[in-house]
């Protein structure tokens, strides 16, 4: 801080005299800091403020904008006043203990609107919702007009709104922004809506009674870029081919019933495994009392199929087996994961394992949690310490069963120390993925909410998320380290195929879509697979609008989700 000479000496005269001392001016060296500033404005109450003070690595600033607002740059960002008024505004430039300070005043006017918006995207899909933020100035009421040729009533008053164009095209939207006592400001934005290219939903394989509902459960891209398809109804299991520009069927699927010498109703098919030879969809089939475990396998091009009991033991007696996943142990061998209930053998209740040969006839079999008629080994994946897998079980005597996740070595020796509960009694886990080296998604549904778990090897949580209004079917992880999740997402009571991607780190979904074909009263989306240009391939399946049967769907997307 500069010292006025004068005063120092008046001061240095009187302590003289009074002290009988004597007193030296010191010499005082001139800063030579400059401080300015000029502004500009940019709107009615925002301001733009230059600095034009020195400059140097060692010289700091500090503004005061005159409504208890400071910012302490060499240059602010612009300034925007709350209301209107005079406002002093003061730039303080310091270097060591030089200071100087340039005071100036700002007079703020009551002045007229300024429109502004900007959609919350660049590109939408049909069927969409576009919002729209406004940041608009100055403005007490609001004109919109979406410029939409399709409907009449695409205006609104509100100040930020929606809407949905159900036609792809390039739109322009119009904003007029009015305050009383001034003219309107009209500003105009243009959105870009993409059609839905790719959206095979016309196909339906069997018979389709109303007691025969078929389901996708699995799809794959064939070397030459179709899609292979299967497709589970009630009496067996469809194998076929679709188009890859528009996902409709190129032939007709051949079916591949169990026989062995029963007559087998209510097919149900859990899973569908890609392995190194072909195709793997392990399930269960009832012939009256008994439910045994099956597997269908195909080769990689979907050109022959068979099927096999994979029962835990021949009896003929009442008992239950399924088979819910399955795991590549190497080229041709395979290991079967599931639950048994064959009475009145006691040493077969509980979880169980089979082990399989390329033609699937079985090696042997291992049960764990014996006597635990409630246990159930739900899905398995092989990694290189062993098999993890993840199922329910009877947490304690007298408790309800409860997800959990445990391990087996490479010699198929259960690891009790690795057992971790979810503690959610509804919850099914219905597939275990590796998204990276050292971590896995437990993937599964509670009720009317999907699940997805982070773990490491030995289950310990990373993070456990859920999704409301969502039913997960499937998730697979991209080159690039995406988790996306395909499945069913409840919007006004209406379901509607969907998928979502997830956050790996935090599992907070990123973004989601979903579709709804137009000849269906409600869809799902069953499965899904990377295809080769990048993007994904769903399947589906759905109710028609003018019938019960139940039709099957295909949906191509981009790399980040978006139907083409």
């Known amino acids: 801080m500069k010292i006025n000479p004068s005063i120092f000496l008046l001061l240095c005269t009187v302590l003289t005299i009074g002290l009988y001392s004597t007193c030296k001016l010191p010499i005082i060296e001139d800063c030579a800091l400059k401080a300015a500033f000029s502004y500009d404005f940019t709107g009615d109450s925002t301001v733009v403020f230059q600095n034009n003070s020195d400059a140097a690595s060692d010289i700091t600033y500090a503004w005061n904008f005159g409504d208890n607002q400071f910012d302490n740059t060499a ?94 095209g390039s739109y322009q939207v119009r904003l007029i922004a009015r305050k009383a006592g001034f003219e309107p400001d009209t500003a105009f934005e243009d959105v870009t809506v993409k059609a839905v290219v790719f959206v095979g939903s016309s196909f339906n394989v069997g018979s389709n009674p109303a007691s025969e509902e078929e389901r996708m459960v699995g799809i794959d ?89 994979l029962p835990i033991d021949n009896t003929t007696g009442v008992g239950t087996d399924y088979a819910y996943d399955v795991a590549e142990i190497a080229a041709g061998k395979y290991l079967f994961c599931g639950d048994s209930e064959d009475k009145p053998l006691s040493d077969s209740i509980g979880g169980y394992f089979i082990h399989a040969k390329s033609d699937l006839s079985k090696g042997w079999n291992k049960t764990i949690f014996n006597g635990e008629i409630e246990a159930e080994a739900r899905a398995i994946l092989k990694y290189s310490g062993g098999y993890l897998v993840a199922g329910r079980k009877v947490k304690s005597a007298g408790s309800n069963r409860e997800a959990c996740f445990f391990k087996l070595g490479n010699n198929f020796a259960y690891n009790n120390t690795t057992l971790k509960f979810w503690d959610a009694p509804s919850l099914f886990i219905n597939d275990i993925v590796q998204v990276s080296a050292d971590r896995y998604a437990l993937v599964g549904n509670e009720s009317n909410i999907g699940r997805v778990r982070l773990v490491d090897e030995n289950g310990t949580e990373i993070w456990s998320k859920p999704y409301p209004d969502w039913k997960i079917y499937q998730v697979l992880v991209t080159p690039d380290n995406r988790i996306i999740a395909a499945g069913r997402i409840s919007q006004n009571g209406v379901f509607k195929a969907g998928w979502m ?30 295809t080769s240009d990048g993007g994904f391939l769903l399947g589906g399946n759905g109710e028609s609008k003018i019938s019960t049967t139940i039709k099957n769907f295909l949906i191509k997307t981009d790399p980040f989700g978006k139907t083409q």
């Open 75 to 168: 240059q602010p960002p612009p300034h925007r006043y709350a209301a209107p008024g005079i406002y002093f505004v003061t730039l303080t430039v310091m270097r060591l203990d030089c200071t100087e300070l340039y005071p100036d005043t700002i007079e703020v006017k009551d002045g007229g609107p300024i429109a502004q918006f900007m959609p919350n995207a660049t590109t939408y899909q049909v069927d969409s919702t576009v919002r729209f933020q406004n940041k608009s100035l100055n403005a007490d009421s609001f004109a919109w007009d979406f410029g939409d040729p399709d409907r009449t009533d695409d205006v609104s008053g509100a100040p930020t709104p929606t809407w949905v164009y159900s036609r792809a």
């Open 501 to 530: 991607e997830i956050n790996p780190a935090t599992g907070i979904t990123s973004t989601y879509q979903a579709h709804l074909p137009s000849d269906l009263k409600w869809a799902e989306a069953t499965c899904i697979v990377p």
């Open 221 to 309: 891209q064939g070397a030459t870029g179709e899609y292979y398809v299967a497709i589970a109804s009630s009496f067996g299991c469809f194998f076929g081919k679709a188009s890859k520009t528009d996902g409709h069927l190129l032939n007709t699927p051949n079916i591949k019933a169990p026989d062995e010498n029963f007559v087998y109703q209510n097919v149900q098919v859990n899973n569908f495994k890609k392995v190194s030879d072909g195709y793997l969809l392990p399930g269960r089939a009832n012939a009256g009392a008994i439910s045994t475990a099956y597997a269908y396998k195909i080769n990689l091009s979907f050109t022959e199929s068979s099927v096999k009991r």
